[in-house]
């Protein structure tokens, strides 16, 4: 059967893609390359109790999740410890919202890019 098995990438759009890759680098710890891409290989890090996932979810267009109307996509990042990340993030000057949230899927948290771009970050819940 003809179907689609998984996300194979999350793509932007980038004013000026190798500093913008040198910020996902610098802050979130993205190991970008120059050309700024990336693979995750999530096999290289899933176990039986912690399996690597991605989701695709849809979101009406009027939502405010996303962040501003303009903006089309938003990376959910998955991270280890989202406290010391957001921390760290504003140590940077990064711009961090200040609000967070919990779930039984874990907690969440957002930064916006140099580009205006929202990030949301993701400490899975033990399981996920």
Known sequence: MARVTGIGGVFLRSRDPVRLA???RDNLGVPMS???TV???WLDTATSDHPGTTTMALFAQDTDYIGEPHQ???LNLRVDDLT???SKLRARGVEVLPETEDSEFGRFGWCVDPEGNRIELWEPAEGM
């Open 34 to 36: 120059e050309r700024g």
């Open 72 to 74: 089309r996509t938003m």
């Open 22 to 24: 040198a910020w996902y």
């Open 39 to 41: 693979t995750f290989h």
């Open 84 to 86: 010391s990340l957001m």
